[in-house]
């Protein structure tokens, strides 16, 4: 039987031809539907993806960004981030780049990654992928408990919004002028319309189509800056993916514009030491952690944005004698501002796995709905993935027309030997990087089974020398972290991420996990 470091909600989920992890139980399920209907992976991911947008909307939505990991015998990375309008420039901005409306809104690409998928792997027809999502919406779900959390916490900050174009989105998902309460049954007509059109356009609609022009013209008449000729040029961009190896195991992320990149440097400044001399759950393995963390964020946010504007290459920045370098500022007490090296010339995640492909996919609206926009008589609540950029000159993630902002969301995929170990990956803005560190350190140093290696209790670093830990921390490393310089403060489980991991045993034995910290499940046959 699976040892569990931890109490547990949850137990490991096994299954012999398929296996589906995601945030929220009704997406899981869409995703078995699929299976049980003679479809794959890319199916199921494709139709949990879309139910998402319905049953999670307080983390992502239609109009959001998507990325991907595929393995088929090898890995395929998909980039499916939109760029910004091509009449957004600096000039557009003030002081700040502000938290919602039309300046935060860039192209929006989860669409294209679902058609992308589809088309490459997908088996069954595009229309019966949104089946589920379109019954959700139409018939209505009860809403379940942290889904309804989050959307209560949203209430402030929507309520209030006056101007014209925030209305529709406070309309769709604030009926009664509050958030829908934890058990009480919501839908939304429009969400259902749209996704049929896209069902029925393959997408076309959204960025060429119907959908495309709605967007465009709401943004004209509200003084947003994105075009009908800013949607049509959009596409989803195949890359390679980026990879360290940690131990024995290959971690692979997407390349930049993401964050991806700070997961594999902060394990490879971590690999310098042996964290199996430490008892997981003590200071000086948090210290540690986190320490290379700090290191690898200083370099993520003065050096990473849309590759055309980077200074430095990912080899650059991963190869190991510059971790090297990096690790030896390292000591026992903690750095109380980590800066970067090298001189300078709200989200869902979803697991899907059966015999011949895994895949690891997320999508986001950014912080929690996005924008405040929603395009009237549609279901499409935009992203404001635009707070990416910076308005900070000559650096080379600062906005401009055309650009990919810098990213926070990440799928991870595992490899041992250039065989497939499965799919893995927690959401939660820079929580993420920090989350696939701790995921792997778990599984890696510590030899926890997949649904131990979610459970543990996380840390999460903010800047300078602010630590938040979760509340189920053992007070002993609360005291050890304080002693060697750590600013600790004690927080919610809500601000650690919701994880998911689908790994292949040996045996070809698919094994899952679902994160405790949300609604989700993992299931499988």
Known sequence: MPKYSYTSQRQLIFGHKCAVATSQYLASLAGMEMFYGGGNAIDAAVAMAAALTVV???SNGIGGDAFALVWDGK????????????????????????????????????????RSLWERWGKLPFEQLFTPAIRYATE??????????????????????????????????????????????WGSRLHGETLQEIANTGGESFYRGKLGYAIANFAAETGGLITATDLANHQPDWVQPISTQYRHLNVWEIPPNTQGIAALMGLNILEGFDLSQYHRDSGASFHYQIEAMKLAFADLHHHISDPSSMKVTPDDLLDKNY??????????????????????????????ADQDLMVSFIQSNYEGFGSGILIPETGIALHNRGLGFTLEPEHPNQVAPNKRP??????????????????????????QPQGHLQVVVNLVDYLMNP???LDAPRWRFIEKDLVLLESLVNP??????????????????????????ILRQDNNILVAASEPRSDGVALGF
């Open 140 to 185: 209505g779900y009860p809403v379940s408990s942290v889904t309804a959390q989050a959307w209560q916490r949203a209430e402030n900050r929507f309520l209030s919004l006056q101007q014209p174009e925030y209305q529709p989105f406070k309309q769709v998902f604030f009926p009664h002028n509050r958030a829908p309460r934890s058990g009480e049954i």
């Open 323 to 352: 971790a090297a370098t990096r690790r030896n500022l390292i000591q026992s007490q903690a750095l109380p501002l980590a800066t970067p090296g090298l001189p300078t010339g709200g989200t869902v995640y979803l697991a899907t």
């Open 476 to 501: 002993d490393i609360v005291m050890d972290l304080v002693e060697r310089g750590h600013q600790i403060r004690l927080v919610p489980s809500r601000m650690f991420g919701k994880g998911q991991i």
């Open 56 to 58: 999670e909307p307080t």
């Open 75 to 114: 890995l395929h990375g998909l980039n499916a981030s939109g760029r910004s309008p091509h009449q957004l420039t600096r000039d557009c901005f003030e002081e700040q780049i502000p938290e919602l409306g039309w300046l935060t809104v860039t192209v929006p690409g989860a669409v294209s990654a679902w």
């Open 451 to 453: 649904q131990s290696a």
């Open 406 to 431: 810098f990213h926070t969301i990440i799928p991870g995929f595992l490899t041992i030997e250039n065989r497939p170990l499965g799919a893995f990956g927690v959401m939660g803005a820079p929580m």
